[in-house]
């Protein structure tokens, strides 16, 4: 027998109806492109959403054709995703920050029909634009006045594109299971891998991230995301904000320190979300001019492993820190690190042990920690074993390669992390698997040595790696970048060191640089980083 309830499909342009009715004067505020803060609202992106699907199917998009953005987090854009969305199209989201020949690759994977690109990205497309040959239109994210003299194919001001149209038009509706995202995987080995999102899943995911213990967006805030639409759907937020009726706040091109801290302030940001090397440039810019927050009280950190001195910085300002963790698989938040009542009274050290855990479970996320044979490890806070994930939010196969099995027998995705989980449920992120250092058959974990190291007052950035080891197989090599004028002594950071890990923790040795090489996603980029080691030996090899 089936439930007799009311059949309403749980598709995208709900949200920003939802929005547009109940919280339509609720501002959108965005740094844009061109320069100045751009202010409109819930309505009027709605309104413009409509013209811009309504201008696809004029272009002959249709249900299931891919639509290309490559742009910054700002109100056209996401008038761009809720538009193309709602024609039934899927918006291919591709990350600036990848190599030319990388997104060329992307493109034609997904035979993308149209780009809706900033104006930063003309001469990147228009480097490449030979090697596109699917894409029949580019659409530049802004206005006649600012369109630059382009060679590229149908260009068009995006102002002048939607203007050709009415606005009258009606949302298309089909079934709640249809495509409407496409991410690739940044592919550090093998080729990137296109996760395809469904209006269900990503209505469920914007509802999920909406939950007071997840990341807790409610109208009454004023929400920054400075993770960008381009990075594993935006955390959510760009469908959370709007359905939960906050004010958005869109960062445009500037992510540096300054301008980030300078919209937190003026637009009276009470929650924000980015990677720990956006908040580490926040950091520097505060310490550096003496500046305080006066509005911000939540900020999410995910992406990598949010250090135990980034989440100090803000707490002692009394910024609640929430640790997040997941992958562009999963929509992507898996766990986060509200705290739950049966630790509420923990303080000082031990509640900072909890709080430097990736977090716990969010509701439709089930998860198991596995051996090698797929054997279930207990919550026991200190096995860790393979990472795997289970829910209506996370991948089942990848875009068009669809006859590779990615679950196990269960239906559980293999994260590639590996973790532990205690008892009260929450998640500790160990390493990738492949970052992980095995020395003399054990494990030591890359993540933990960062993060001691970076507590250490003069280190800005630190990585470790494995570095072959005759007796051992490998070794830990600590890789420092010191802060700007900080000169740090080798034997005086293995000193802070010791006796904080485990004696066969320490690392073999201690190399300095000035640059660590990063992902275009923002993390370490340990492949290439021991690359660069490759000739180095250890002194004691
Ligand atoms: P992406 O798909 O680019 O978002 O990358 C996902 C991967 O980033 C995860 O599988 C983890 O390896 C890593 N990651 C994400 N969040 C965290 C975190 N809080 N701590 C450690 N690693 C993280």
Known sequence: MLGLMQDWPLLLYKIIDHAAQQFGDREVVTRSIEGPIH????????DRALRVAQRLEKDGIK?????????????????????????????????????????????????????????????????VQDKCPSIERYVILTDK?????????????????????????????????????????????????????????????????????????????????????FHANAWSLAFSVPLAGAKFVLPGAKLDG???????????????????????????????NKVELHTLNRVVIGGSACPPSMIEFFEERGVTVNHAWG??????????????????????????AIK?????????????????????LPWDGVKFGRLKVKGPAIARRYF????????????????????????????????????????GGEWISSIDLENLAVGHPDVAEAAVIGVVHPKWDERPLLVIVPKEG????????????????????????????????HTATGKINKLKLREEFKDYKLPSA
């Open 486 to 517: 900080k000169e740090i002594d080798r034997d005086a950071m293995l000193k802070f060191m010791d006796g904080k890990i485990a004696k066969w923790w320490m690392p073999d040795d201690v190399q300095f640089v000035r640059e660590i090489p």
């Open 63 to 127: 249900l299931g054709d891919r639509v290309a953005t490559l742009a910054w987090n700002t109100w056209r854009h996401l008038e761009a995703w809720y538009g193309i969305t709602g024609v039934g199209a899927v918006y291919h989201t591709v990350n600036p920050r990848l190599f030319p020949e990388q997104i060329a690759w992307i493109v034609n994977h997904a035979q993308d029909r149209a780009m809706l690109l900033d104006l930063t990205f003309v001469p990147l497309m228009e480097a």
């Open 356 to 376: 430097a855990k990736q977090g716990h479970a969010i509701f439709a996320v089930e998860m198991k920690i596995t051996d090698d044979e797929n054997n279930r």
């Open 145 to 229: 006045a600012h369109m630059p003299a382009t060679k590229l194919k149908n260009a068009i001001a995006y102002e002048e594109w939607i203007a050709e149209v009415d606005g009258d038009f009606a949302w298309k509706d089909f079934d709640e299971n249809t495509a409407a995202g496409l991410c690739y995987t940044s592919g550090t080995t093998g080729d990137p891998k296109g996760v395809l999102y469904s209006h269900r899943s990503n209505v469920l995911h914007a509802l999920q991230g909406c939950m007071k213990d997840t990341l807790s967006v409610s109208a009454q805030d004023s929400i920054l995301p400075i993770v960008p639409m």
């Open 258 to 288: 300054a301008s980030v801290y300078e919209l937190l302030e003026t637009e009276g940001v009470t929650l924000s979300a980015a990677v720990p090397t956006v908040w580490l440039m926040l950091m520097q810019h505060m310490q550096a």
């Open 400 to 439: 068009k390669r669809e006859d590779e099995e990615i679950l196990d027998e269960e239906g559980f995705f293999d994260t590639g992390d590996v973790a532990t989980i205690d008892p009260n449920g929450y998640m500790q992120i160990t390493d990738r698997a492949k970052d992980v250092i095995k020395s």
């Open 39 to 46: 202010r409109t609202n819930y309505r009027e992106v709605r």
């Open 327 to 352: 992958m562009t698989e999963m929509s992507p938040i898996g766990t986060i690190g509200a705290i739950k009542p049966q630790l509420a009274a923990l303080k000082g050290k031990d509640l900072m």
